[in-house]
């Protein structure tokens, strides 16, 4: 096998424990994604060296994770870390080994592994090293565990949610056994950290085609275990979506969307989750707050062009949708766009107005924001000699949206006008 780039950029790494008889050779994610001819991300080495010995042989490098057995070694400015052949034993509440114990073969450190695509090594000399037969599932499509399944999925809760991601990344199926034993151990979901769920589900959102990841992830029902539960409405709606095959075209559509947080606003709408359903789900996922206030924007501004009723002189929902940009802002609604041209691909019913005349009206709307608006609050109250107050944010608000719909010019006089009108209308109903 010849490496890719990357790899052979990390070579020095493991030629010179070699030259000073260690054993050192890649493992992991970098050698699976050679194998399947994909980009690889980070490289990892694992070595018969000891942490002290590894951290003796190189001048920059970092104790990252000495009682794992981790040093991280520099080279060129990039960071690999560097790994002593382990194994783990007894594992403490699901999922963090209590200790480790260093050993003098790849094999047992190969063992420990997760995935028997995730146990392969890479010598430097480009030998394969494949001692659980993790080529031939990766050419049959098969996710399979190293070993006892239910013991690796009691060992290490996480794995499963894992094994999830993995299925879905790279189109695999789930072997028989191991599918089986990640149904029966779906429990013990709930001693992950609640920050570690999200961070895998961050990753299975990521991918290039997230869809197959989100229907194993419903089919494992591993989300209805969570340490902190998600709403019963989301995991419902999550087992009903993948029956459903509009929704299932939305999802399969997601990889068009570059933003996680579009992909997750579009899963939420996917899922026809209410906001308050959104809102705790995201709380319990202990999402960032801008985050949250991200994808609740975006799946406010759905749900308000839901709602929304068509103007009675125009008969169209243009003032509607403008409502909506204005109160969101522009840029915002410029990205539910993009989810709404998705909508529009793949669940037509749930787009009420095609992308591009919403788009269109946007980019004529003479006015945005409130700062562009000719008229300040102050000239208001004095122009219509009434006492300041909370009602004058609620009509610049109101002439912001006359202005931004073109039915007032965005000039003082007649925004002044304007408000004039509604002021005497509002006595003359008095
Ligand atoms: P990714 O592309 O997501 O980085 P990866 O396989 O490289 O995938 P990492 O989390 O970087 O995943 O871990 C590197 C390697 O460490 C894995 O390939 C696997 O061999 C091992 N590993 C990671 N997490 C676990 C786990 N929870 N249980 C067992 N082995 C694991
Ligand atoms: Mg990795």
């Known amino acids: 096998l010849s490496p890719p780039e990357v790899i052979a950029a990390a070579l020095p790494i493991v ?12 493992v992991g994610g970098a050698v699976r994604d050679t194998v399947l001819g994909l980009p690889v991300k980070d490289v990892d080495i ?7 010995q590894v951290l003796a042989l190189f001048e920059r490098c970092i104790p990252t994770g000495l009682q794992h057995g981790t040093v991280t070694v520099v080279h060129n400015k990039i960071a690999y870390e560097v790994t002593t052949y382990r194994e783990e034993a007894r594992y403490e509440a699901h ?20 995935f028997t695509m995730n146990a392969m090594a890479l010598s ?10 993790g080529l031939h599932d990766l050419r049959l499509g098969l996710l399979r565990c190293v070993g006892d399944p239910n013991a690796r999925f009691a060992e290490d809760a996480l794995r499963m949610l894992r094994a999830v991601r993995f299925i ?11 599918w089986r034993a990640l149904l029966r151990h779906g429990h013990l979901m709930k001693f992950i950290a609640m920050e570690r769920v ?3 589900l961050d990753k299975l959102i990521a991918g290039a085609s997230p869809a197959r990841g989100l229907h194993y992830a419903a089919a494992s029902r591993l989300l209805e275990h969570l340490k902190e539960p998600l709403p019963a409405e989301v995991t419902l709606a999550a087992a009903e979506a993948c029956r459903t095959r509009s929704t299932a075209a939305l999802f399969a559509g997601l990889g068009k969307l570059k933003e996680a947080d579009l992909r997750l606003a579009s899963v939420a709408i996917g899922l026809s989750l209410t906001s308050d359903a959104a809102l705790r789900s995201m709380q319990a996922l202990r999402l960032s707050n801008q985050r949250t206030k991200s994808i609740m924007g975006l799946l406010g501004i759905h749900l308000d062009l839901q709602e929304a009723e068509p103007d009675p002189e125009e008969h ?44 269109a009206w946007m ?23 009434k006492p300041t107050g909370p009602w004058i944010s609620d009509w610049l608000s109101r002439l912001l949206l006359e202005a931004a719909l073109g039915r007032v010019p965005n000039d003082k006089q007649p925004l002044l006008r304007q408000a004039e009108l509604w002021d005497k209308k509002e006595e003359s109903n008095d």
């Open 316 to 359: 169209s929902l243009r003032p509607a949708w403008l409502g909506i940009v204005l109160r969101y802002g522009v840029r915002m609604a410029g990205q539910w766009l993009e989810i709404a041209e998705l909508l529009q691909r793949t669940t037509p019913a749930r787009c009420i107005v095609p992308a591009a005349q919403l788009e």
């Open 46 to 52: 694992a070595t018969s060296a000891l942490p002290e």
């Open 198 to 200: 999200a961070s895998e």
């Open 95 to 114: 999922r963090k080994p209590e200790s480790v114990r260093y050993i003098a073969s790849l094999e047992g450190d190969l063992l420990r592994r997760d």
């Open 363 to 385: 980019n004529e709307m003479p006015v945005a924001t409130l700062k562009q608006l000719k008229v300040s609050g102050k000239e208001l109250a004095e122009h219509l000699r």
């Open 15 to 26: 030629t010179r424990l070699r030259e000073h008889r260690f054993e050192a050779v890649f």
């Open 168 to 178: 879905g990344a790279y189109g695999l199926k789930p072997a028989y056994r191991t």
């Open 124 to 133: 430097a000399d480009g030998e394969l090293i494949d001692p659980y037969g």
